[in-house]
Nanobody
Framework: QVLVEEFGGGLVQPGGSLRLSCSTSGRYFSINDMYWYRQSPGKERELVAG???????NVTDAVKGRFGISGDTAKNMVYLQMNNLKPEDTAVYYC??????????????WGKGTLVTVSS
């Protein structure tokens, strides 16, 4: 089994910053891609950022210029740096690991989420 865990959520004022961490552990051959998603009450879950095993990154237009994703070479530790936070960024943030299993089958594993609340 593969375990994905997020850390770093909390309450922050508008304009503030927060850094989320995601760790991936367990039995797998390698990590292909890592993603950060978020979901607000009554809204659909949306993709926020992604990073490949080679380090290529991308973020959604809604957070460009404010958020950045990074990680180590193996991508078993990934981060989401959030700057200039806005109230609309309030959501549960989920880390998703796309893992190449020992049988070379790609599977996605999700963390339980960490709550980010942006409020004055």
């Amino acid at each position: 089994q593969v375990l994905v865990e997020e850390f770093g959520g909390g309450l922050v004022q508008p304009g503030g910053s927060l850094r989320l961490s995601c760790s991936t552990s367990g039995r797998y051959f390698s990590i292909n891609d890592m993603y950060w998603y978020r979901q607000s009450p009554g809204k659909e879950r949306e993709l926020v950022a992604g990073i490949t095993s080679t380090g290529r990154t991308n973020v959604t237009d809604a957070v460009k210029g404010r958020f950045g994703i990074s990680g180590d070479t193996a991508k078993n530790m990934v981060y989401l740096q959030m700057n200039n936070l806005k109230p609309e960024d309030t959501a549960v943030y989920y880390c998703c690991a796309e893992v190449v299993g020992l049988e070379y089958l790609a599977m996605r594993y999700w963390g339980k989420g960490t709550l980010v609340t942006v409020s004055s």
